[in-house]
């Protein structure tokens, strides 16, 4: 987010929607997810001319074209290093990267990485759909053991990196999952755009061409109640209607699952969230779905100073009191003068 | 280099020691032998000589002791007259150890002056220089006059009222060193007795110490003067123009000029660099310019830093980067998007001897291809090359004025050998530069916007983001001509490419001139970048004794000078020397179909002026 963005000229969806024809394939997520923004922007309150998406290369980093504000398309893997030059040159811009599983954590996973340590204000959405599609559906670093896929015909071997441990094991201060077809990803958009600092979204997203479904398990709106577990700040972790929660086993020191009698959570032992508790926050990350409910949300948010004002800061220090005197500065160092008698110090 | 307002040089020098002389230092990496070099420099300078430097260290940060790969030398040609290159073989070689010597000794001129530190060459050194005797005994050096002196112990003796242990004791022999160096000059010690107390102003015994070492190897001079061969001799002036001068190195003017560029064009700088040898140095001094608007990033890698650079162009910002040839690779996708979203950005290339990781702290030419032609797709980018520190300041001028006006990225080449040289620079008057203030487009002009419009020069609006009423995307993927939104069509695509190449082809750059000699005759030799110096003397020299020769160097390497080629073909032969395997060469034969020849040396170190001079000699024969 960004403080100076705040505007009073009103927006509507439509001020957020382009001319460009939308080339996603029929029924994808990305749709979804692009409407979530849309409708999300007008919220907000920021002026689409402050506003910049900026992109790397996949499916969701055509994203960019298709928001009516300033937007850069990038190279693969690269959008979180434009965006720092971006933000640096003028802080006051609100950055959006888009990024997907294969562009922010295979071949960008090293900016990715250092965006997050170094805490540059901006929101970082990752559209994880577990496959790589523009390039038509090879493996991802994020697909489940056994994908098969025109490189893994015998199924993949390699262990899937998770995208919010990730943030999290990169210092990440905000950290919060969503879906694409969810209704509370609006909500998750603007908690991301409310924290101040590299804000990190997983959002899953249905490829419905080269991994069709592969959320269903959770997303699937029947049961939905039973496997997902929207965590909200300050309420009990609980889910399926209230009658189960999440608990700690403080001598395993990891979370459990409890069954809530008669809505008593408290005598459950069930956590209630603190979205600034990092510890229960790795956790949370590393919960694993099956056991567990798939946790969506806020993970975590505790905002620390970000990049780009301790920079200006700094300049602003190092610069304090001296003049921008070039001529000067080109006769600093080992100089002499040579007159008609000869140099001379 | 070439300060001096008439050039004396004629010919073949008579004596050894005459109007120009060149001096190599030679130690261990810890010997401090950079800093004596620097210093000897700044003494030159006030001496009023012209001069110019070769510092040459090993890629380790601290090699093993008294090893032959530590051995650190630093070089200065200094003299009455025009001084071109950093000297051919010296005539004086100061070796701190066994190991300095065996490296260097090989170069020194036939009847040049050893002076050797014979307190180092013990067995254990000997040894590590892989000496089966100590050479300073076995007569081996006999074709060179040798003046042995236990420098470590007479240092010791110098600092011992100060109480410094054995190891910070011994660190004072580079001060020595260089006393016996200023006495055999002729040159006044105060400047250096000052630098000495200001350096170790929080360590008054050490400034102390350091003195007493530096005036005792004066006095040392003074009194061996009749036993041996140490004569002193004096360097008269060179006729210098009156003005403010000061020592500039490579990577300074580099700083310097983008810093001067960056206010010309009125424009914010902002730097992405990664550390790489010698590139870094730029970072360094970038670094510390706050007050000057300049931004600069240590990224996480050469492509973080290419990208910051241009998305900081693209948020309005002079973007630059910097590295050396495998970081260059590195960023030659985003080179592509900078040049397919049309943003300005400088990138300086420090060449250093490749493939891979090849030569870290060694010069060479050989990334020319990759500047001209190292990209995927036609992706044509201007190339300017700096010849000299001084030079660089002017390239880094010229460069970010190509960036800003045509709106495309430029490379910047410099190498090694310019980027830690130094030479005299007469500081320039900056009110006497034409500036070239940015416009950036902050309405709907008339007839609508077109983010990928046009202007006389084929330049795309620049437009930063913020704008109200501008609102655009940008990408690498192909552009429709004017709109910029996504066009895949064949014919636009054609229509892209032609027009990106216009653009680069279209950009004025000065006429070449011929730098000696004259238009037309039997043979150019036709240079660029750092091999000016001994090209320039040689053909000067050669000259000198009647040969028809005249000296070409090309800064725009891309596009080159409209003229360039109509010159080339007013001359019998053209000879192209490079540190390279002959890159500049093939773009001549390939742009102008003219016979260049080539001269390659790829030894990490730079041409001599004997190497150019029979190069010449060979073609006229």
């Known amino acids: 987010m960004n403080e100076m963005t705040?505007?009073?000229?009103?927006?509507?969806?439509?001020?957020?929607?382009?001319?460009?024809?939308?080339?996603?394939?029929?029924?994808?997520?990305?749709?979804?997810?692009?409407?979530?923004?849309?409708?999300?922007?007008?919220?907000?309150?920021?002026?689409?001319?402050?506003?910049?998406?900026?992109?790397?290369?996949?499916?969701?980093?055509?994203?960019?074209?298709?928001?009516?504000?300033?937007?850069?398309?990038?190279?693969?893997?690269?959008?979180?290093?434009?965006?720092?030059?971006?933000?640096?040159?003028?802080?006051?811009?609100?950055?959006?990267?888009?990024?997907?599983?294969?562009?922010?954590?295979?071949?960008?996973?090293?900016?990715?990485?250092?965006?997050?340590?170094?805490?540059?204000?901006?929101?970082?959405?990752?559209?994880?759909?577990?496959?790589?599609?523009?390039?038509?559906?090879?493996?991802?670093?994020?697909?489940?053991?056994?994908?098969?896929?025109?490189?893994?015909?015998?199924?993949?071997?390699?262990?899937?990196?998770?995208?919010?441990?990730?943030?999290?094991?990169?210092?990440?201060?905000?950290?919060?999952?969503?879906?694409?077809?969810?209704?509370?990803?609006?909500?998750?958009?603007?908690?991301?755009?409310?924290?101040?600092?590299?804000?990190?979204?997983?959002?899953?997203?249905?490829?419905?061409?080269?991994?069709?479904?592969?959320?269903?398990?959770?997303?699937?709106?029947?049961?939905?109640?039973?496997?997902?577990?929207?965590?909200?700040?300050?309420?009990?972790?609980v889910y399926a209607k209230g009658t189960k929660g999440i608990a700690l086993d403080a001598e395993a020191l990891h979370l459990k699952t409890v069954d809530v009698v008669d809505g008593d959570w408290e005598a459950a032992g069930v956590i209630v969230h603190d979205v600034t508790n990092r510890s229960v926050a790795h956790m949370l990350v590393e919960m694993r779905f099956g056991e567990f409910p798939m946790a969506l949300g806020i993970l975590y948010d505790d905002p620390r100073p970000t990049f780009e004002a301790d920079v200006v800061r700094q300049n602003k220090a190092a610069a304090e009191g001296k003049k921008a005197d070039l001529q000067g500065l080109l006769k600093k160092g080992q100089t002499w003068t040579v007159t008609e008698g000869g140099p001379e110090l | 280099m070439a300060t001096a307002v008439e050039d004396r040089a004629d010919g073949e020098r008579q004596s050894p020691l005459s109007d120009a002389v060149v001096v190599r230092f030679a130690g261990d990496s810890g010997d401090g032998m950079q800093l004596t070099g620097g210093q000897f420099t700044l003494s030159s300078a006030l001496a009023g000589n012209d001069f110019a430097t070769f510092p040459d260290f090993p890629a380790e940060i601290r090699a093993p002791q008294g090893t032959l790969f530590g051995v650190s030398a630093f070089q200065i040609n200094f003299g009455s007259s025009a001084i071109d290159t950093a000297g051919d073989a010296p005539d004086v070689l100061v070796a701190m150890n066994p190991a300095a010597l065996k490296t260097n000794v090989p170069q020194l001129k036939p009847g040049g002056l050893i002076i050797a530190d014979e307190g180092e060459f013990n067995d254990r050194n000997l040894a590590k220089a892989k000496y089966d005797a100590n050479p300073l005994e076995d007569g081996s050096l006999a074709k060179w006059q040798l003046l042995k002196l236990n420098i470590s112990q007479l240092t010791m003796d110098a600092v011992k009222p100060f109480g410094l242990g054995n190891k910070e004791a011994l660190r004072c022999k580079n001060m020595w060193t260089l006393g016996l160096a200023l006495w055999m000059f002729d040159r006044d010690r105060q400047p250096l007795v000052d630098w000495l107390n200001a350096k170790f102003a929080k360590a008054p015994d050490l400034a102390a110490a350091n003195v007493a070492a530096l005036n005792a190897g004066h006095a040392y001079g003074e009194t061996a003067e009749l036993a041996g061969p140490l004569k002193q001799h004096h360097v008269d002036p060179a006729p210098v123009a009156p003005g403010l001068y000061r020592t500039l190195t490579g990577a300074e003017g580099i700083a310097l000029g983008l810093v001067a560029g960056a206010q010309l064009s009125k424009l914010p700088m902002f730097f992405g660099g990664y550390p790489i040898t010698p590139a870094s140095a730029i970072l360094h001094h970038l670094s510390r310019l706050k007050e000057y608007d300049v931004t600069t990033f240590q990224a996480e890698d050469e492509i973080a830093a290419i990208c910051s650079a241009i998305g900081a162009s693209y948020g309005g910002s002079l973007g630059v980067t910097s590295s050396s040839g495998p970081g260059i690779a590195l960023k030659g996708e985003a080179m592509g998007l900078a040049i397919m979203t049309e943003l300005p950005l400088v990138i300086v290339n420090s060449q250093r001897g490749g493939p891979s990781t090849g030569l870290p702290t060694k010069t060479e030419q050989s990334d020319l291809y990759q500047a001209v032609y190292g990209r995927n797709g036609d992706a044509p980018m201007p190339v300017v090359a700096a010849r000299s520190p001084g030079d660089a300041f002017e390239c880094a001028i010229e460069a970010v004025r190509i960036a800003v006006q045509y709106m495309t990225p430029v490379m910047l080449l410099t190498d090694g050998y310019i980027a830690n040289a130094a030479e005299p620079w007469a500081v320039p008057d900056l009110t006497t530069y034409e500036a070239f203030p940015v416009e950036f487009l902050t309405e709907v002009?008339?007839?609508?916007?077109?983010?990928?419009?046009?202007?006389?020069?084929?330049?795309?609006?620049?437009?930063?983001?913020?704008?109200?009423?501008?609102?655009?995307?940008?990408?690498?993927?192909?552009?429709?001509?004017?709109?910029?939104h996504i066009n895949y069509a064949p014919g636009n695509h054609q229509a892209m490419t032609d027009i990106r190449k216009a653009k680069i082809d279209g950009i004025k750059v000065l006429d070449q001139v011929v730098e000696l000699g004259a238009e037309g005759g039997k043979l150019a030799v036709v240079g660029w970048g750092s091999t000016f110096g001994p090209i320039h003397q040689a053909v000067r020299r050669q000259r000198a004794q009647g040969a028809d020769v005249s000296h070409i160097h090309i800064r725009h390497i891309w596009p080159l000078p409209a003229n360039l080629g109509e010159l080339l073909k007013s001359y019998d032969k053209v000879i192209v020397p490079e540190m390279n395997t002959g890159q500049l060469k093939t773009v001549l034969r390939d742009q102008y179909l003219v016979d260049a020849k080539p001269v390659n040396k790829v030894s990490g170190q730079p041409f001599t002026i004997a190497e150019i001079e029979s190069a010449i000699e060979e073609a006229l024969a």
């Open chain 1, 6 to 237: 705040t505007i009073a000229r009103p927006t509507t969806l439509k001020d957020w929607e382009t001319d460009q024809e939308v080339r996603w394939c029929p029924g994808c997520g990305d749709y979804a997810i692009l409407k979530a923004v849309q409708r999300t922007m007008p919220e907000i309150g920021t002026a689409p001319e402050n506003t910049v998406f900026v992109s790397g290369i996949g499916c969701s980093s055509r994203f960019p074209y298709y928001m009516e504000t300033y937007g850069f398309h990038t190279i693969h893997g690269r959008a979180p290093a434009f965006a720092t030059g971006l933000k640096l040159a003028n802080p006051e811009l609100d950055i959006w990267i888009v990024t997907g599983d294969g562009d922010g954590l295979s071949i960008g996973g090293n900016h990715t990485m250092h965006l997050i340590r170094r805490n540059l204000d901006c929101q970082i959405m990752l559209f994880n759909n577990e496959i790589y599609g523009l390039t038509k559906g090879q493996y991802s670093p994020t697909s489940r053991v056994g994908t098969t896929s025109p490189s893994t015909p015998y199924g993949s071997v390699d262990r899937p990196a998770q995208p919010a441990a990730f943030a999290l094991g990169a210092g990440a201060r905000f950290v919060a999952r969503g879906f694409d077809v969810s209704k509370e990803l609006p909500n998750v958009l603007k908690a991301a755009h409310a924290h101040k600092g590299a804000a990190f979204i997983e959002i899953f997203q249905n490829c419905i061409v080269y991994n069709k479904d592969v959320f269903e398990d959770f997303a699937a709106p029947k049961g939905a109640e039973d496997r997902q577990l929207w965590l909200k700040q300050g309420e009990p972790m």
């Open chain 2, 445 to 484: 002009p008339e007839g609508g916007f077109k983010p990928y419009g046009r202007d006389e020069k084929l330049a795309r609006p620049w437009v930063k983001p913020g704008t109200p009423d501008l609102l655009h995307r940008i990408g690498g993927i192909e552009k429709e001509v004017d709109t910029g």
